[in-house]
């Protein structure tokens, strides 16, 4: 556990470099100000890297000076891009991305394991707020910066703008002449053409594009970032227009795969996306245009939502998730190297009084081929069906701890799962050497480990 507020524990992160042989994971704790590091042998060593005065140059209102709330973690893990052991966070409150260098924090141990992040601690300050010519809002616009990631050649960093209903991206590294023409000042944004879809979490894809989820739209975006200017696009979830919110969105990591894969929390689902058939499907239905057809993204907003319909036929499959109870939501996901997918269910806060258990869940779609079944030609526009789930093997694995509100999922190098309750200032783990998951009905419970 990470002492602290209640749901303070939200993302994690794992660095492959420096320590993670030894059984570290970090932990931010968003609402406690800090990042922590836990010991997977002893859960009760931690190190806690507290966020205090913010950088002098960043211009932080001194309001929120004392709360950065550091949201999303990673390491780029990759000695070609990134020095050693360092750390990206994003700060949503300061409305800053940062790079830690953890090799030189965890060095600095005060008593009681307690470290103060200093001015010479920062490595890389970016400011990704929105500036302008405003008149009657202040300026700058705070973006809350929720999730982001590197794209495929380590260039930029493209990231969410929850509050502006954007997409903006960084450049980190180039040559010496790129970059000394650039200003660390000069972020770019991009508009999500969805008003209020609140974008959270963004992820490369197998077609080196950005693709996103947007909670309140209930659709999924793409950056086409293999263009000088990146655009936009959206495609709708559900065809009726359902309520879907989705959550986390990963790339399957087995090679040539061509597919993303993202979570639902209303839908209880996990859909699966083709990349490479949006794309195919996009560049096809740009040729309307010549048509008087439009289905431009920025110009008829009336059509947009008929856009997105168009554009998710074949490209969406969603395989609904069973539920122990009428009660639960999902959470994040992840998919494994064998194209095991793990996600999370646990009970609405508001709905349990009863102290029901929360789960997480795994779907061996490894050894069974969801598109080979008589629905695969099926569209939804007919119904919400479930492709390819008779058969599945499923494995659930009950939590010891009750309304854990869970919000993060991810595997480590050796494949454990790693999980983090947010209602219980909590992470967990699910060993991968227990015994096998049994077809058709619920496994035998591998060890949990609840820290």
């Given at each position: 556990?990470?002492?602290?507020?209640?749901?303070?524990?939200?993302?994690?992160?794992?660095?492959?470099?420096?320590?993670?042989?030894?059984?570290?994971?970090y932990?931010?704790?968003?609402?406690?100000?800090?990042?922590?590091?836990?010991?997977?042998?002893?859960?009760?060593k931690?190190?806690?890297?507290?966020?205090?005065?913010?950088?002098?140059?960043?211009?932080?209102?001194?309001?929120?000076?004392?709360?950065?709330?550091?949201?999303?973690?990673?390491?780029?893990?990759?000695?070609?891009?990134?020095?050693?052991?360092?750390?990206?966070?994003?700060?949503?409150?300061?409305?800053?991305?940062?790079k830690?260098?953890?090799?030189?924090?965890?060095?600095?141990?005060?008593?009681?394991?307690?470290?103060?992040?200093?001015?010479e601690?920062?490595?890389?300050?970016y400011?990704?707020?929105?500036?302008?010519?405003?008149?009657?809002?202040?300026?700058?616009i705070?973006?809350?910066?929720?999730?982001?990631?590197?794209?495929?050649?380590?260039?930029?960093?493209?990231?969410?703008?929850?509050?502006?209903?954007?997409?903006?991206?960084?450049?980190?590294?180039?040559?010496?002449?790129?970059?000394?023409?650039?200003?660390k000042?000069?972020?770019?944004?991009?508009?999500?053409?969805?008003?209020?879809?609140?974008?959270?979490?963004?992820?490369?894809?197998?077609?080196?594009?950005?693709?996103?989820?947007?909670?309140?739209?209930?659709?999924?975006?793409?950056?086409?970032?293999?263009?000088?200017?990146?655009?936009?696009?959206?495609?709708?979830?559900h065809?009726?227009?359902?309520?879907?919110?989705?959550?986390?969105?990963?790339?399957?990591?087995r090679?040539?795969?061509?597919?993303?894969?993202?979570?639902?929390?209303?839908?209880?689902?996990?859909?699966?996306?083709?990349?490479?058939?949006?794309?195919?499907?996009?560049?096809?239905?740009?040729?309307?245009?010549?048509?008087?057809?439009?289905?431009?993204?920025?110009?008829c907003?009336?059509?947009?939502?008929?856009?997105a319909?168009?554009?998710?036929?074949?490209?969406?499959?969603?395989?609904?998730?069973?539920?122990?109870?009428?009660h639960?939501?999902?959470?994040?996901?992840?998919?494994?190297?064998?194209?095991?997918?793990?996600?999370?269910?646990?009970?609405?806060?508001?709905?349990?009084?009863?102290?029901?258990?929360?789960?997480?869940?795994?779907?061996?779609?490894?050894?069974?081929?969801?598109?080979?079944?008589?629905?695969?030609?099926?569209d939804?526009?007919?119904?919400?069906?479930?492709?390819g789930?008779?058969?599945?093997?499923?494995g659930?694995?009950?939590?010891?701890?009750?309304?854990?509100i869970?919000?993060?999922?991810?595997?480590?190098?050796?494949?454990?799962?790693?999980?983090?309750?947010?209602?219980?200032?909590?992470?967990?783990?699910?060993?991968?050497?227990?015994p096998?998951?049994?077809?058709?009905?619920?496994?035998?419970?591998?060890?949990i480990?609840?820290?």
């Amino acid at each position: 556990r990470v002492e602290g507020k209640s749901g303070t524990t939200h993302e994690l992160a794992f660095d492959m470099w420096n320590g993670f042989d030894e059984g570290y994971v970090y932990v931010s704790g968003m609402t406690k100000n800090c990042v922590a590091r836990v010991s997977k042998a002893d859960p009760t060593k931690q190190l806690v890297f507290h966020f205090g005065t913010p950088p002098s140059h960043s211009n932080v209102n001194p309001g929120t000076a004392e709360n950065a709330q550091p949201h999303t973690l990673i390491f780029a893990n990759t000695k070609s891009h990134d020095e050693k052991g360092m750390l990206w966070v994003g700060l949503e409150n300061w409305g800053l991305i940062v790079k830690l260098n953890m090799s030189v924090l965890v060095k600095k141990n005060q008593p009681e394991g307690k470290i103060e992040i200093t001015e010479e601690d920062y490595v890389e300050v970016y400011d990704v707020r929105v500036y302008g010519a405003g008149r009657t809002i202040p300026l700058p616009i705070n973006t809350r910066p929720h999730g982001f990631c590197f794209d495929a050649e380590f260039k930029y960093i493209y990231f969410t703008g929850k509050l502006t209903n954007t997409v903006g991206r960084i450049k980190i590294s180039g040559s010496p002449e790129e970059m000394e023409n650039y200003h660390k000042e000069s972020v770019e944004h991009f508009e999500i053409p969805t008003l209020g879809s609140v974008p959270i979490y963004v992820s490369l894809g197998p077609d080196k594009n950005i693709w996103g989820t947007s909670l309140r739209s209930s659709t999924i975006f793409q950056v086409n970032t293999q263009v000088e200017k990146p655009y936009v696009t959206e495609i709708a979830i559900h065809p009726n227009g359902e309520d879907r919110t989705p959550i986390a969105i990963v790339p399957d990591p087995r090679k040539g795969s061509r597919f993303m894969w993202f979570s639902s929390e209303a839908g209880h689902s996990v859909c699966r996306l083709d990349a490479v058939k949006y794309n195919e499907q996009y560049r096809s239905t740009q040729q309307m245009k010549d048509s008087g057809n439009c289905i431009c993204s920025t110009g008829c907003k009336k059509r947009f939502k008929n856009d997105a319909l168009e554009l998710r036929k074949g490209v969406i499959t969603e395989f609904p998730v069973p539920k122990m109870n009428h009660h639960m939501k999902l959470g994040g996901l992840a998919v494994s190297s064998k194209g095991e997918v793990w996600t999370q269910s646990y009970v609405d806060k508001s709905e349990n009084d009863e102290g029901l258990p929360d789960y997480i869940i795994k779907l061996e779609f490894n050894n069974h081929d969801p598109t080979n079944t008589h629905d695969k030609d099926r569209d939804m526009s007919e119904g919400f069906i479930a492709v390819g789930m008779t058969g599945l093997p499923i494995g659930f694995y009950e939590l010891p701890t009750k309304n854990t509100i869970l919000h993060r999922i991810k595997l480590d190098p050796t494949d454990n799962v790693w999980f983090t309750e947010l209602g219980a200032d909590r992470i967990g783990m699910i060993r991968v050497d227990g015994p096998k998951i049994e077809k058709e009905g619920i496994t035998k419970k591998r060890k949990i480990s609840n820290i």
